[in-house]
T-cell receptor
Framework: ETGVTQTPRHLVMGMTNKKSLKCEQH?????MYWYKQSAKKPLELMFV???????ENNSVPSRFSPECPNSSHLFLHLHTLQPEDSALYLC?????????????FGQGTRLTVV | SQQGEEDPQALSIQEGENATMNCSYK?????LQWYRQNSGRGLVHLIL?????REKHSGRLRVTLDTSKKSSSLLITASRAADTASYFC????????????FGQGTTLQVKP
């Protein structure tokens, strides 16, 4: 248990559906992240939030829309996804964005787009 | 672009043996971190080594960092079946504070 909780753990959705992934941390961290992990590929950083402000968007398609309503919660809203978006989506948090801090990861949401 | 690259991609050893994994990177870094991931689950932080450190220990783990060669190694001594997992190095590139770039990982299998 890392202190970062993701829900749901598994999600199957059609290409026309709209769904949201949720991430919650009560570690008092100021930075939160979304990563995508596909088979045979390195973890890809998608979004970075620092003090609830988006500070990084790594050329992620607009069908992925993040939201950070407060420092403890992070959402990833999904709509009109493609089968190639099927992956493990990992949320992480860290004390802040300064160097030399470790990241705490959630267990991930296994997303399958059909 | 991929920063960390682990070597080997897969490693299979017997319980009790030592396991060594290597990581190479391309740019100057603030620190390098090693993470472990059990199948289909989240990553767990193992150890962080700063750019001005050369070696760090944590239990059965030993990490080295050679900034001149832009490489790091993770040694797990006296391995156990429970060490079976994927191991990733991640670099915090200098000037990109807080942005961890991960390699593809080394899959370690420890046979009982």
């Amino acid at each position: 248990e890392t202190g970062v909780t993701q829900t749901p753990r598994h999600l199957v959705m059609g290409m026309t559906n709209k769904k949201s992934l949720k991430c919650e941390q009560h570690l008092g961290h100021n930075a939160m992240y979304w990563y995508k992990q596909s088979a045979k590929k390195p973890l890809e950083l998608m979004f970075v939030y620092s003090l609830e402000e988006r500070v990084e968007n790594n050329s992620v398609p607009s069908r992925f829309s993040p939201e950070c309503p407060n420092s403890s919660h992070l959402f990833l809203h999904l709509h009109t996804l493609q089968p190639e978006d099927s992956a493990l989506y990992l949320c992480a948090s860290s004390q802040d964005r300064q160097a030399n801090t470790e990241a705490f990861f959630g267990q991930g949401t296994r997303l399958t787009v059909v | 672009s991929q920063q960390g690259e682990e070597d080997p991609q897969a490693l299979s050893i017997q319980e009790g043996e030592n396991a060594t994994m290597n990581c190479s990177y391309k740019t100057s870094i603030n620190n390098l971190q090693w993470y472990r991931q059990n199948s289909g689950r989240g990553l767990v932080h193992l150890i962080l080594i700063r750019s001005n450190e050369r070696e760090k220990h944590s239990g059965r783990l030993r990490v080295t960092l050679d900034t001149s060669k832009k490489s790091s190694s993770l040694l797990i001594t006296a391995s156990r079946a429970a060490d079976t997992a994927s191991y990733f190095c991640a670099t915090d590139a200098y000037g990109n504070t807080g942005k961890l770039i991960f390699g593809q990982g080394t899959t370690l299998q420890v046979k009982p």
